[in-house]
Each structure stands twice: as C-alpha cells, then as structure tokens.
C-alpha cells in the first residue's frame, strides 16, 4: 500500500513540476517577445562566419521554448504557438533572404514573376476533379473545378470524380491533353524565348547566395529531424542549454488496429474520458501521431508499457515511443519549416529554382545521395503528418519546375526498386506513400519513355513484380497459397506495381530510336518471364468419385489477369506501332510458348485417327483424366500478335522474316482446345465433385472482365491453327479433345456408340459445345486482323446482341462491354446509330431499345452471349419477328470477309468431316430414338448449314466467273454419303425433316435452308451459261414454299378461333345455370344495389337544391341520414357495425412527431415534465401527426395478433439481433394486410347526431354571459372542494345546470378502452414520457394530433391545387374522419374537472378571466388549434347543462365566430403591407371599410406599433389571403366531426371558394360584420388582447413574428449541377477537429446543415446513446425524421429514430436518366426536378417512416447497417 503511494505521489509531482517549469518558461518567453528584433538578428547572422552554427544555435534556444508545452492543446494555444513562431523563428530568416522587412519585399518578388501556365493546384480530400474523355491523353489527366469551367473541354464529353487527395490540377501541361491544353487563366503569355531562359537570373545575385545558405540549412535541419530515430538526443549543434526532465509518450498511427482498440486501449493507459480518446484516436489517425501523455520520464514510460501490453494480443502492438519534449519541439518544428519553405517559393519561380537545386544537390560523405533521396528512402519510416508535409513541398518545387521534374524523376526511378521494398514492408495506404508520386511523372509519355531509355524503367518495374511474388511451384509456375488477410494485404500491394507499368506503357510512341526498341524489348522478356510464372498456374484435375475435400485457391491468380489485362493490350499496342519491334516481340513470344510447350508429353501414346476417309497423327490426352489449366497467358499473348501480324499486314509484306514454318499448329491449338474442351465438360457436369472454385474461374474466363485476353484469344488460336492445317485433320482432333471420335467414326452411325460409364445427357452436351465451338471459329469475324472490319464494328456488333435481349440502360450496357486501359468502350461514338433513347418518368432509368433496321444482323450463337442471355434473346426475337407477321427463323447474319492470314477458315465450313458430323445428327434426327440426340443439337447443325451456303452464295455473288469460287458445299450437301455410312445426302436428310411434326420449331430455318440451296444452284446455273444473275427462280420457289407456310399457318389459326368460342359458350351457360341455382342470392344483392343507386341520386339532387343551405356548424347544420356503417374485420372477415355501445372496431394508424409545417427551427424541444401543451405556438415548431393505412380490425383481432408479434419478436431477440422495421417495445407492428408501419390504433365511433332543431339559438352575448356564468359556478365548486370553506358568496348557477351531475359514458367497455389505448399513445409519442393516465395532459395531446393532422392536410391540398372536398384518397378520409370523431369523444375517458379546467383555460384567451392566471397573449396561439380544442372541450361543460333548452351546435358556433375575429385582429397584427401601386377601385367596398375600421382601432389601443396603412383594398385583400387556411381547415374539422356533406364548390377548383366556405361554416362572406355586428360587446375583448403585455413586446421584436398566411416549407434548394455540392462538401471542415476534413459530408435537406457523417469526432449523445451527426441532427432539426444528401456517394439518407434508416435514390440524374449512388461512374449529373419534389412530397405528408418501414422490411439482411452512426 505504502509504497503504492509512494509511486503515486513522485508521479503526481513530476507532473507538476513539468507544469511549473512550463508556466514559468512562458512568461520569461513574453518579456523576449517585446525585446526581440528580427532585424538585428538577422544582420549578426550575416555577419557571422559560420552561418549554420549561428541558425542552429538560435533554433536550439527558442524552438524548445515555443513548441510542444504540455498537452493543452487549444486553438489559443495553437496562435500562440505560430506567432512565436512567426516572429522569434521565421522573421529573421525572411529579413536573412530578402535583406529588407518581408511584408515590404515580398510584393515586388511576386510581381517581377511570371505567371506560371501550370495550375498546379493540389487536390484536397473529396475534391471534384474532371477529366475529359474526348482530349485527356490518359485517364489520370484531371483538371481542378475552376479550370475545368473556363476551359474547352466543359462541353465535351468528361467524367467527374472525387479525388483522394494528394494529386493536382494537370491544366498547362502540354503532354496531358490532345488538345486544350491550357484553361483562359493559364494560358501563357509572351514569347517561348522567356519560358526558357533561368529565373535564378533574375533575382540579385546577393540574394541568390543568400537564398542558397538559407535554403541548405533550414532543409538539411529539417531532413536531419524527420529522419532522426533517437528519442533522448539531437543532432550536433541543437543541443539544449538545460535538459529538463519533460517526456512526452507518443503514440503512432498504424493501419492494424482499428478506433475502438486504440479509445478503449487510451482509457485504460491515460486514464482519459472516453471524449479525450475518441479525439486523440481522431488526431492519430489524421496526423499520424499524438503525444497522449506529458510528464517525466517514467510517468510516460508506464503509459508506454500499458498500451503496448494492450495491443500486442492479436495482432502487433501499437507504436508508442517515449521522447524527449525537446526532440517533439524539433520534429514539429521541422514541419513547420518546410510549409515555410512551401510558402515562401510561391512569391518567385528565382526562388523555386533554387530550392529544387538544393534538393538534388549530391551530399558530400554520403555516396551517391541528395537531401530529397534521404526523405524519399525514409519514408515509411515517417509518420503520416511529416509525409503530407514533405510531398506537398515536392509538389509545389520538383514537379512545378520542368527542368528538374526530369531530374527528380530519374532519381526516383533509381531508388524505384528500394522505394517499392520499403512501401510492402510499410503498412500506410499508398496516398500517403512515396511511391504514390509515380502517377505524377510516369503517366507524362516523353518521361515514361525517357526513363525506360535511361533507367530501363519497364524491366525494372516487372522485375521488382516478379521478386515480390515468391512462391512458385516446382516448375516455377506462381503459386497462391490460401488468401490470409495478411496476404491479400500483401497481393494488393505488390498490384500497385502493375499500376506504375500501365502508367509507363499508357501511349505508344509515335516514333521509335532503337534505343528505345532495345529497352523495350528488354521489358518484353522481362513480360514474358513473368507470363511463363503464370502459364499453366492453378491446374485442375477431374475429382472421380468423391468430392473434393477443400475448394483450391483460385481468386489471386484472378485478380492478377484481370489486373495484367490492360497491360497485355497495352503492349500489344506497342508492338503495332513499329514493324521491328512487332517481329521480334513474336519471334520472342513464339520460343518462351516453345519452351512452355516443351514440358508436354509429345511422345506420349502417339495415336492415329482416321474418319471420312482422311487420317491424322496425334497423341492421346483427356482433359477428363488429366491435369489442365485455365491460365495460358504466353499463348494468348502469341494469338494476339499473330492477329496484329495480319492487321499491320506485316505477314503479307515481309513473310520470309516471320518464323511462321517453324509454328506447328497442332501444338498451337492443343491449349486453348483443352481450356475450351474444360468449360465444355463443366456445362455438361462432369466436373460437379470440383466445387465451386472452378464453376467460379469457367465464369470469369468468360466474363467480361478477363475473356478480352483469354476466351476471346483463345478462340484467335483456335483460328490461327485451324487456318494453317487440313480442315479435316482440325476437326478430328477437336473431336478427339471432346472424346467424341468414336461417336462419329463407328460404322454404323445410326446406332448410337454407347459406353457402360458414359452418361448420354453428358455427351449431347459436349456434342452441342463442340457444334458450337466450330461455328465460333468459322464465325466469328469481328477481331480486326481476323475479319476485315473497323475497330468499332466489334463495339457495335456488342451492343446489337445485347439490346437483343432486352432494352437495357446505359450503365448495364458500359457493364457488358469491355474496357480499354483508358476506361473507354467506344459505346457513345456507336450507340446512336444502332438504338434509339427512352426517357425514365420519376422513377426508373432510361433505356436503349435496339433500332429494327438492325435485327437481321442478329446471330443467335454471339460466342459473348451465356447461355440464359442466348436463351432470353431467341425468344425476345422470335417474339419480334412473330409481331412483324415473319417466319421465326432465326438465320446466320453475312459475316464480313476473313483476311489473307486466315482466309482457309472457310474450308472448315465444306470439309468431309464436318459434312459427316453433320449427316450423322440429321441421321438422328430422322429416326428420333429415346434421348440420343437432342434439338439444341439439331439448332446448330443447321445454323452451320446455313452459315456455309451464306459464304457460298456470298462467294459467287462477288467472282466474275465460276472457276475463281472454290466453295461448292451446295453441291456437295446434295451427294449421299459414303461408305461407312450409308445414309442419304445432306439435303434429302432436310427435305425428310422439313415436314416432321416433332420438329416445329425449326421449320422455318429448314424452309430457309431449302430456299438457299434453291437461289445458288440458280445463280450457278445463270453463271455456266453467262446470262444474266437474276434470283427469280429461288424467289419463286421459296414463294411457293412460303404460300404454303402461309395457308396452313391461317388454317391454324381459324381453328383456333373456333375451339375459344367454343370454350366461351360452355363458360355462359355454366353461368345462366349458376344464377339459376341461386336466385334469391342474387335478388336480393340487386335490390340492394338499386336502393344505394337510387339514394345517391337522391343525395347528388339534394346537394343541387340545397347547396347554399348545407352548413357544417351550428344549430342549422345538416347532418348525413343516420345511415350505417358497415365495415369489415381485414383478419377475421366478420361484418360489423360501428356503434357506440358495440364491439370496438380499429384502424391501424401511425403517430410520430413532426416539424414539417415549423416555421421556427430554432426552437428547442420542450422538457416533458415541464411543458404544457394547452396552447399550441402559431409558429408550430413541434406537432403530432397520426396517419392511417385505412384497414380496420375488431380491437380483440388486433390485440391477438400484437400479442402475437410480441411473442415472436422475444423469440427472434434470442436468435438475433437484427433491428427489424418495427420496434415492438414501442408499440409497433406492421399493418397485418399491407405491412405499413403503425404503432397504434384508433377507435370507430358512429357519426355525430343530426342537430336538434327544437331548441332555441341564444345571441352570441346571451351564450357568452351565460357560459361565464357556468365557469364562474365551477370556480366555486372548485374552490368549495379545495378549501372546504363556506365564507364565498356562491354565483348563481343558470338554470338546468348541474356541477355534480356525472354523465353516462356513451361507449361499451370495450369502445372505452380502445379510446385509452389511442390517447396514451398520443401522449407517449408527442411527450417522449411513459403513459400515466392521471396526467391532465392527456386529452390536449389526443386533440393536438387532430389539429396538427388537418392543418398538414389542408396544407398538402393548398400546394397541390386540388379542392379541399373529394380529392382524398380513402385511407387519409377515413384516417381524419375517425381521427375527428375519436378527440370529440376522447374526453369522455378522462376526468371532467380536467377537461373543464381546460376549456377555462382556453377561453380565458379570448374572454380575459380574473380567476386564470398568466393567459398566453393573442399573438402566441394558433388560433385553429385554439378552434379545436375549444369546441371539443366545451362538450365537457354543456354535458352539465341538463335543462335541455340550449345546443352544443350553438357553443360550437360562437367558439368559431369568436376565435374567427380573434385571428382577424391577429392577422391585422402582423401584416405587413407594402403599398403596391395597383389600380385601386375608385369606390371603396364595404370590407375594405370595415377593415381600415377595425386597423385604426387597433393602432388607438396600440399607439404608435402598427404601421399606418393607406389602402383599405390592399389590406382587405391580405386578410383575405391569410385567413384562407384558417377557415379551410375549420370547415374540414366541422365536416368529419358533424358528418356534414360538403357543398359541391368546394368539391372542385375554381372561383366561388371564398362564398362557400363562408357559408359552410356559417359566417358572413364579409367576414368583419362578426365584429361591426357585436361591436359592442367585441370592442373591450379587442382592448384587452392588445393591451397584453406580450402582445407589444412581440411586435417590437420580443421573439418570432409569424405571418399569415403561412408560407408552406420546403426542402432547400438544389444547385443544379452535382459537382457544385461535391465542391461545396469538399471545403467543408469538420467543426470538431481541428480544420479536418470531413470524410463523409452529409447535407440536411430541411435545414441546409452540412454535416460530418460517420465519425467518431462528431458523435453526440442523445438519451444516453452516442449517435452520429446525423442522427443527432434528426432530433434537433426534424424531431426524429431525418432527409439528408451524402454528397460524396450521392445517395440520399432517410432517417427515423435511432435504430431505423434506408438510402434512396438521389434526385441527380445523368443524360442517360440514371443515377448514380456511389459516384462510380462519373458521368456528370444533374438535378431531376420531378424526382426532387417526389422526395419532398414524401416528407410533407409525412411518409418518410413508412418508406424506411417497406424497405428495410424488403431488404433483411444479416449485415444490419447502424444507421445510428451515420
């Protein structure tokens, strides 16, 4: 214990003293400060020998006294901090430089420089940069905003993105763009002569050496700093004069461990609050490090100690060192120094000069190394925020200066292999990296290439590749072992050198040296090297009878093609460009294929095959029993230079340089046939036992991403070989990788070959791939230098085949074509040729829909399609072809002609092999026997038919005589076969099959077949006897054939018309025969049908006779007929009626709060306990809004079912804990029919009942004195209970009215607690508070949300133009209509004295009551909600009145005509009417007059308040206006609580509004005869609502004045283009720490806020519970609802609550109408009007909720987002 203590207290005090010693210093620091001149110390220094010694000495002394003083680190700290660095460090230095004072010296520095054509401006986090795809010379080529709006390429076509930080603006640089180099701010000026000459020269030459000293020793000090690696010393010559013992424990940023660890790790070592370690975590990760303890020595080593043993668990522990305050003053100094350095080179490009010399200058003693080559090779060594700094200063001097951009660049490449060591040894992101600087010099092409000339930058890059990669198997193939975590971290890595070689190898050069040639054929080896690791890598073997046990690695190898795809085409590129270099690259690639293939088993098993009559040599090999492999890439790369061979035309030129006799095509071809033969056998499952890592790897070989260089290169081969062998030897080899060669060479074809273990499905399959195989190779044409076509005919040829399945949108279209290395797929220059563009409405995305002029170049077997695309466009087409009324065949398309190089293609076509694999299955098809052949077969058999007549008949059509066409497969279908087989020829197996039932489908293409066969044998009979080529004949047979087709299709068709009516008559006859049956059913429906037409024509007639006498309120009201009201239970189905004393009946509804209709955002939420909700404000900050799905449920359903959820809900919570889209223990549950999100439920109740015309209609003065009179007896009986005594003189009570009268409650039990269970949810929700039934408040909240709901509404209704009667849709009618009825009766279920201390209350406002205290002024209450809650507690008190002689209409009446002028005076209040200079009406109305009237009285009482106003016109028409809203909701609130039919001008737009309203609600149409009327007993009620104290203050400004009427809210404004937010979002700072910037800027669409999203530095707490800024803002800004626009993924957010959430769609478009979440695809976006008002219409009628409920109902994931972080 003792000694315990005994740490504690020396701890404590070596704190303390460290603090002492601190304070004391920075007084003594203030007195220097006065006496310290920059001047004087500048002139000792230049006068001093030894500069150096002198500067050092000088930083020795302050800069420990300046910096890093404990850890109270403040803003005031920080400007401390950098005036003392400014005055007692910099200064002197400056007046050292300049030789006069610096705020003179420096202007004339900055005006003597010329402007610089570089922008140069570095990119911060988030920033938008453009690129324009039209002129950028490669896709890192971006412009800044500013420049991008004053240049040329803002009306191309660009791509926008936001920038990771760290590059910058390539505006000025010449190299970058194809044109447009420079923006109108950069353009240069001047002659080419002044660029070149020195600015060193232009500077004194005093100032120059000066300049030169200075920079040397503030960079060689900060050098030494940042490199320096000892804790407890200093460089030589910066010792401190006292050593203190001040430490500081230093804790370093790792990309390991993650927030949490290191806040909870913090907590435990420093002790701190967990706000403290949340903000050291952010400042760690910001800057790189953070001193989280100060003290002495070993009070910093134990927190040292503590945090390590913490960390190192898992994985390794936190960096944290234990320095010298000292060494941190220094190191934070030597920041500093260089932003100085940064600073002060801006003002003259003289001065960059200089720096960059002392940068490059070699360092004596060290060998062979600069002050830059010192920080580069230290760099992963440094910490985060010394390496921002040091690559911002390259970036503002290096790579500024042209001149020694090019001499910094070569050091780079020296040092590149060491650089790119340390960066796999470093664990920072790349950004942050050295390494990162390659995209800044190797994407400029002179560089690249001058590099690769001098420092064999190529070879170097791929070499360092290779090394990194170490695991080979045994024959040096690559090998991924299983992918760790730490190896994919690793992989990743070594992937950015592949980014570094795209960057060299991204333009071709226009001109070659053979320097040049050399180096880059040197690369080429090196490429090749690295190809032969990957040839033949991850082989498979067939799993036989068990499956395999652990699915093999198979990812990384695919990420590495996918990653050396660009590469490949780029070099390919290349090698097109220069002849030479093309043959050599071949002949190089031709030996390493040579000495890959030199590993197979050539003598292995050499078998002969022989079939029709030809033979060939070969060795035995089955992919099905041997090893094979996916990765070919040095074969690949072969196929794809013999292609540029035939393109550059080199093969035809010079063919005695190319090796071509030594390629032996068997050995070419057998590769690619074995991968081919691989995806074959895997589509016909004989490869299931191999688990999903080879399905996978069959997918990517064809996806879009890798086929470019592997399917599609691999079926080049396939064509080179093919066209340099024997057709027929080809093909039997290709049938001998399929193992299907004894299929088709047994003797008798017509028996199938059947072998005991071979599965017949599977063989059909591998039949069906082979066919297919054969006619990729024959067909497919579009590879410029196979086919002779254009680059984009191949683009075209895509988007034609992809548009044949479906209209698709633009983005699924860029998807489904592949990109080149500059991200470009050639879709835009095509796609308006070959489809047309739909635009998408409000929701959806444009689509492209294929233009019809292109459908006949359609090929059914597009070797792109899978085989559900194949599938989806035959039927989309045969469906076309159906409409347009043509046959259904689906014909080859012409194919454009092959080139010299692999024009013998075509001979696959007509060679005795093929025509045998094609009589056999025709054979088959013949004589179908069970299974031994199948359509699809039959499909491409005749698909290759008809692709060889289409060349023949293409050949004859184009040669002069018939001697030049070597294609005669029409004559040669028509011999039958020979022996073996002895089937008939070709066409007779057709003309056999053309009329075969089974065979349908495929009439139509046999038909056109035969057609074919017809027109050549014309065109050849025309050519032997020189005539004329007329196609008359083949037309006029396939006529003949068609007539035929056409007959028997109309035959079809009548057939079946007449089988449908026939089926029709049996339907109505069964019908007649049902109503028969069930006569008295029927009768009666009908009479009841009758008699509800028969009332509804009598109610429209009733409306016509008496529209002007239907009143909503008061005693001559019309009320509904008492009709029922049937409704059905939506879960049990029963009919019931709604009865007061029946059983409860409920509708689902949904309460939340709301501040869509606030005028006055400001306002804080209310504290519960404290807050009376009894007058609502006029500025409606917070309302309750209940909405309704419409479905009603028996109460006892619905408490079954609720149960039910709960249950479910405890049993999930075991399970798992995923927030669902409700919160049970909140009440809410999902709509049991339509799953909208409820949380409570509101009772039927029967219409009110019809007014009682018997009694009289007292005035309104005889109704006021004797409501005051009833008011007063109640004060006495109250104060009778309270104080017991008898000494008050009683008021006289009016007759029939009974204090002590209790009245029975109208509704069953169960109605009773139906109503209790709606008015406590009000409460709970619109409160935040548990339920407590005692509270008074209860029933104002239930009448709250009535009035809230109507004025939202009628707010909805107002903006939208619709009539305030009959445009609801059903569920709001129905949800206000029990809404109303429900707060008319919710009184009933609480105390009488309550609600009767309420209406008090309420009245007191208008008639002033001694007895109520502090009576809110007329300006601070709404006067609907006043309206509301008057008529509905007055019920309370006349429920008294049991002498039967007065209305509760008449109440309700005066309550209206009352609060009516009390909303006039309101209004009157706060107009404000500027005079506008109308023509005024020369006679002056009646309502004008009494308006000035009731002004002027208003100014008597108020004094000199109010403005004087002029015109009577203007302010009778602002009243108007303003009580507009005020009187629609008043009549929508009369009509459901009185059940009144509504007049029919108010059921439609148009003029004659303001008289029925009037009228409905039974006011005068001019409504101030309410006040010239009763003037007299008005006039003092008007005195005293002035002369309320508040009444003054507010208008002069005492708290928000709200005018009428008010304006309704809508979500901000929108700019109307995208990358002006992402600008805006990149400038904005994290308001916590510290000028950082925020990583997920969020923008609040209600208020405009931006906020710092998904962080922890902004986190708050709410109830108890950290919640992100968003949600936080949710509560203060939208209570709980929340809109907001995360900029940088352009994703909008929609909040509810803590736990509820979900993206939508944004409003932002792209020209092809599609959004984009994510910002992925760059495509510049603009605001969607429509779909911005969909979102807003969405929060106005509050559906935000609802939205979130339905989506994350539809998307259950098991990955929950916390969309209480966001």
Known sequence: MVSGSGVFSSKAEGKMAAAESDRNASSALCTEFVNFSARDTASRWLAANNLQQEVYHHLAEYVPRILCLGLSGGSREEQRE?????????????WLLLGEDPSTGLVPLQKKNLSSPLCGHVF?????????????????????????????????????????GGGFCDCGDAEAWKMGPYCQNHTPVGSSKATEEDPVAQLHPDMVARGY??????????????????????????????????????????????????????????????????????????????????????????????????????SKPLRVHVMHSSVVAHQCFALKALSWLGQIIQYSDGLRRILCQVCLQRIPGREDSSLIDCLMLNDSKMWKGARNTYHQLLMNSLLMDLKYKKIFAIQFAKNYRRLQTDYMEDDHDRLVSVTSLSVQLFTVPTMARMLMVEENLMTTIIRTFVDHLRHRDPQGRFQFDRYTAQQAFKFGRVQSLIGDLKYVLISPPPEWSDQLRNKFLEGFDAFLDLLKCMQGMDPVMRQVGQHIEMEPEWEAAFTLQMKLTHIIYMIQEWCSTDELVLIQAYKKCLSALSHCLGGLPDGDQPISLSLAGHSVDTFRYQVSQEKVSIHLPVCRLLAGLHVLLSRTEVASRVPEQLPLSELCPHLLIELPLRCLVLCAQVHAGMWRRNGFSLINQIYYYHNVKCRVEMFDKDIVMLQAGASMMDPNHFLMIVLSRFELFHIFSSTDIRKRYREANKDLVQQNTLIEEMLHLIIMIVGERYVVGVGQVEPLDEVRREIIHQLSIRPMAHSELVKALPENGNKETGLERVIDSVASFKKPGVTGRGLYELRPEWNKHFNLYYHHYSRADQSKAEEAQRKLRRQNGEDTALPPPLPPPLCPLFASLVNLLQCDVLLAVQGAVLQWAVEPSGGSWTESMLQRVLHLVGMALLEEQHQLENSSTDDDVTFNYASRITRPGEAPSTSGSVLALLESLQNTPHLEAHKDMITWILKMVGSIKTIRERTSSTSSITISLGQGLGETVRDKDKAERKRKAEMARLRREKIMAQMSEMQKHFISENKELFQQSMEELEASSSAAEYSSHSSELTCTSQVCVGPWRMGRSERRQLVVCILCQEEQDVRGHGRAMVLAAFIQRSTVLSKNRSRNLPVPEHYNPLFMHPDLSLGIHTASCGHIMHATCWQRYFEAVQLKEQRRQQRLRVHTSYDVENGEFLCPLCECLSNTVIPLLPHASPPDHSVEHPSLEAWLKTTNQQIAVLHSAHRKQSDGASGWVEPVAPKGFKVTFTPQSPFSNSISEMINTFSMSAYKVGLKVDPNEQDPRVPVLSWSTCAYTIQSIENLLMDEKKPLFGSLPCRQDDCLSSLTRFSAACWTSAPLTTVHAHFIRLLSVLVPDSQVEDAPCILSVDMFHLLVYGVLSYSSLHCLEQSGRSSVDSGHLHLLQLITVAHLVQILLTSTTEDQSMDEDTEVSEEQELTCQLYRSLSQHLGSVLPEVSSGWQLWSCVKAAIM????????????????VPPADLMVEGPGQWEALCSYLSLPSNLLLLHQDHHTLLEPLIHRWCCHPGVRQNLQGGGVIVRFPRESNRLINLPEDYSVLINQASSFTCPRSGGDKSRAPTLCLVCGSMLCSQSYCCQME??????????????????????????????????????????????????????????????????????????????????IAEVIGHAQEANQTLVAIDWQHL
Request: a neutral charge; hydrophobic letters at 35%.
């Open 213 to 314: 000293s200075i920079f040397s020793i503030i960079l060689k000090y900060a050098v030494d700093m940042l490199t320096w690696d000892q804790e407890n010393q200093l460089p030589a010559g910066l010792e401190p004069l006292e050593k203190a013992d001040s430490y500081y424990c230093m804790l370093f940023n790792d990309e390991v461990h993650t927030y949490e660890q290191v806040i909870y790790t913090l907590q435990k070592a420093v002790n701190c609050s967990q706000k403290e370690a949340v903000a050291f975590a952010t400042t760690v990760d910001r800057d790189g490090r953070k001193c989280v303890r100060y003290g002495d020595f070993q009070f910093c080593d134990q927190a040292k100690s503590v945090i390590v043993r913490n960390t190192s668990r898992q």
């Open 1525 to 1540: 809203p005020f009187l629609r909701t008043a009549a929508l609130f009369f009509h459901y609580l009185n059940s009144a």
């Open 1662 to 1743: 709410v109830e108890g519970e950290d919640v992100g800024a968003c949600t936080a803002h949710t509560f203060t800004c939208g209570a709980g609802i929340g809109l907001f626009l995360r900029v940088r993924e352009s994703q909008v957010l929609f909040v509810a609550g803590k736990t509820k959430g979900c993206f939508y769609p944004p409003p932002y478009l792209d020209d092809y109408g599609e959004t984009d979440q994510g910002l992925k695809r760059g495509n510049p976006l603009h605001l969607c009007l429509e779909r911005y008002r969909k979102i807003e219409r969405l929060w106005r009628q509050h559906g």
């Open 82 to 94: 950098e005036l003392a660095c400014q005055l007692l460090l910099f200064a002197p230095l400056e």
């Open 124 to 164: 911060k986090v988030g920033e938008p940069t453009y690129s324009c795809r039209e002129c950028a010379a490669d896709p890192t080529c971006v412009l800044c905003m500013q420049c991008f709006l004053s240049s040329m390429h803002k009306d191309h076509r660009y791509r926008m993105t936001t920038s990771g």
